[in-house]
């Protein structure tokens, strides 16, 4: 589905689209999946606005008039030391493909969300980027100024990545409504999904990493879609159990997403940029949670979410609006439209939280969470665009209710991946690949780690 | 934030997303490379006589070696079959050219082309447009077993061609290309040709332009 077809894109939502676009693409080397607004509290059973995006249900559980703004600062940091090379460089070359590289940064990502509670129906809104994030490869200066070899400078994860960056950015109207004698709530959503893509990366026309032929490659997409969103909140012991779930449908509900843009190549010494689409299938999600209040002093939460990567087969770039028809090879059936097919066969991944809060006092609260997440990427197909692994994290905060209206919550996640050695196990330039599906290796050890400083601010009516 | 911070904020907003452009680390890559030499027909045109061969001295068989940017020291090997017929003071020219393998550059793969006519002026140049061509991919030494296809325009200099003793065959002649790839990938190319005589059976060496460059060697 393309912005022609989109049926979700009311205007106030494409401006906070717009508004938070631009934000988030300053978001340097800010990690993938970053729907961690609401801190502690941004789950499918939370009783803030952002149940707009986690659980259009719990809007039942906010005040009358509920505002809140997460201000997240993201730092991250990742580490790829590439220790296999496709097609080994001549003897003036050695280190222009293998060795280490990192990337670090820090980047605004800010969250709003509003919602209106009248009677048993609430009403909520909202904007954020749920993945958003922009990873620019550090270069190598031992190929500063080397004019045989000057790709090589763009260090050692350039065949995969120099620089690029991801945005989906949504706005969000939902509605639930709370069944008082059953204690029980539900809520529909529709977003309107701006989804970009941008990629450079080092090129050789033999499609692997031969020094020698090293030119560019620019690749980019962009389209608005529709999604929904549906769950629930049930209530079996009034005021100390709240058990929930929601489901997210994916960007473009179940179609396959087109994302318009141009590929721009460098080759032989002409640059040429031509119209293409990029199509894939993005996830939907599975969210649930359980949070006990079993005294006023106490809250504890147990949450997490199941994302339905496996349907994110493949990346397929073609000649603007033809099908990416490829065989199980990645060969392409039939004509020449066929630019280049990045092969994922990604896996589905879960996550699953635990932690709690202690209030002190009525105005103040602290918490802390402990987690763990799923590896999505499998070695075959992991590369430097996009990194993943098995992900432990920990959080710790409070809140303050520094006015009868404004609460203000602080909290640190930190969020690191444990360490990936694939040497020997990419598949990415396996023979049996058909020609324009095959990469450079992604081999070599692989780790990162993210830091998320939140600020949320709730202004509360009743 | 106060108020007095917000002019130099706003100053730096374009700075910071000017940064996080990607194209940035592409536009870097065409500045560190721009210096670099660009392939032209690869140096003086033979010396050759300098007027328009006979007819029955052009026709024969052929190594044709077509060379572009993309890689040009890996070109794309045809036989070529040529019939010329005397056309007053020009010459027609009927071309049927049969890819070679990548491997061996001897090896027909593919189909060979339907045959197609261009005209010689006077003076001995002639231009030859070739839309919508696919090439198979065992011919392609660069992607192999990826097929291409392309528009190419071949501009040839026949007057200049070498040619054996004073009245013999031609044996070589050779110009410069300009083109658009279409696939694999999508791109404008430029590069050189050659066609070097067969002599009885004989394949003569791949050289890639009127300088006689060699081609690298087949894998």
Request: aromatic share 8%; proline share 7%.
């Amino acid at each position: 589905m393309t912005m022609n077809h989109s049926r979700f894109a009311p205007a106030l939502a494409l401006a906070l689209l717009v508004a938070l676009s631009m934000s988030a693409t300053r978001a340097r080397a800010a990690g993938f999946d970053t729907a961690r607004f609401g801190s502690e509290h941004g789950h499918a059973a939370g009783s803030n606005p952002f149940a707009v995006y986690y659980n259009p249900a719990a809007l039942t559980g906010t005040r009358r008039i509920h505002l809140a703004v997460d201000l997240s600062l993201l730092s991250h940091g990742a580490y790829y030391d590439r220790t296999e090379t496709t097609t080994p460089p001549p003897a003036d070359a050695v280190g222009a493909n293998t060795g280490e590289t990192k990337a670090i940064d820090v980047a605004p990502l800010p969250s709003l969300a509003a919602s209106f509670r009248f009677g048993d129906f609430a009403l909520g809104a909202g904007a954020y980027a749920p993945v958003s994030g922009q990873q620019r490869w550090q270069g190598n200066d031992d190929f500063r100024g080397n004019t045989m070899y000057p790709g090589a400078r763009d260090g050692t994860a350039r065949w995969h990545l120099i620089h690029g960056d991801i945005l989906l950015a949504q706005a969000t109207l939902a509605g639930a409504y709370h069944i008082r004698p059953a204690r029980l709530s539900l809520g529909v959503g529709v977003s309107s999904n701006l989804m970009r893509m941008r990629i450079v990366r080092a090129l050789a026309p033999s499609l692997d990493d031969d020094v020698s032929l090293e030119q560019r490659v620019r690749i980019e997409g962009a389209s608005v879609v529709g999604s929904f969103s549906a769950g629930f909140m049930v209530e079996p012991l009034e005021g100390k159990l709240w058990l929930a779930a929601s489901y997210q449908s994916p960007p473009g509900f179940y179609r396959e997403m087109h994302l318009d843009g141009t590929v721009r190549t460098s080759l032989g010494g002409t640059v040429a940029e031509n119209d293409s689409t990029i199509h894939q299938y993005w996830p939907d999600v599975l969210r649930w949670a359980a949070r006990a209040r079993p005294s006023e002093r106490y809250e504890l939460r147990l949450f997490g979410d199941y994302t339905r990567w496996s349907r994110l087969e493949r990346q397929c770039v073609t000649k603007r609006s033809h099908k990416c028809d490829v065989d199980e090879r990645g060969a392409e059936k039939s004509g020449t439209s066929l630019v280049n097919n990045q092969i994922r066969d990604w896996n589905d991944s879960f996550g699953v939280r635990a932690g709690g809060s202690y209030y002190p006092t009525a105005r103040s609260e602290v918490f802390l969470g402990l987690g763990y997440d799923s590896n999505a990427v499998p070695d075959a197909t992991l590369d430097p665009t996009i990194l993943d692994g098995h992900k432990l994290s920990a959080a710790l905060g409070g809140r303050m209710q520094l006015l009868d209206s404004f609460g203000l919550l602080a909290s640190y996640t930190h969020i690191q991946q444990l360490e990936r050695d694939i040497t020997g196990k990419s598949k990415l330039d396996d023979p049996d690949i058909a020609s324009l599906s095959r990469l450079p290796s992604g081999g070599g050890r692989y780790s990162q780690w993210f830091g998320y400083f939140a600020l949320v601010g709730e202004l509360t009516f009743d | 934030m106060p108020a007095r911070f917000l002019p130099p904020a706003l100053l730096a907003l374009p700075l910071w997303l000017a940064c996080a452009d990607p194209d940035g680390k592409f536009d870097e890559f065409i500045r560190r490379t721009e210096t670099e030499p660009q392939p032209d027909a690869g140096g003086p045109l033979p010396d050759g006589g300098l007027e328009l061969p006979s007819a029955a001295q052009v026709t024969g068989t052929y190594l044709s070696v077509v060379s572009t940017s993309i890689n040009p020291k890996l070109p794309v090997v045809y036989t070529l079959e040529v019939t010329a017929v005397q056309q007053g003071d020009e010459l027609e020219l009927t071309m049927v050219d049969q890819p070679l393998s990548y491997e061996d550059r001897m090896t027909p793969v593919g189909m060979k082309s339907a045959p197609r006519t261009l005209r010689v002026t006077a003076e001995g140049s002639y231009t030859e447009v070739l839309t919508d061509v696919v090439t198979p991919g065992e011919a392609n030494p660069v992607l192999p077993g990826a097929p291409t296809r392309a528009d190419t325009t071949f501009n040839g200099q026949l007057a200049s061609a070498e040619i054996d003793g004073a009245d013999g065959p031609v044996l070589f002649w050779c110009g410069s290309l300009t083109g658009r790839l279409h696939a694999p990938l999508m791109q404008d190319i430029t590069g050189t040709f050659t066609i070097s005589r067969i002599v009885d059976g004989v394949f003569p060496d791949v050289v890639i332009n009127c300088a006689k460059d060699p081609a690298n060697p087949p894998p």
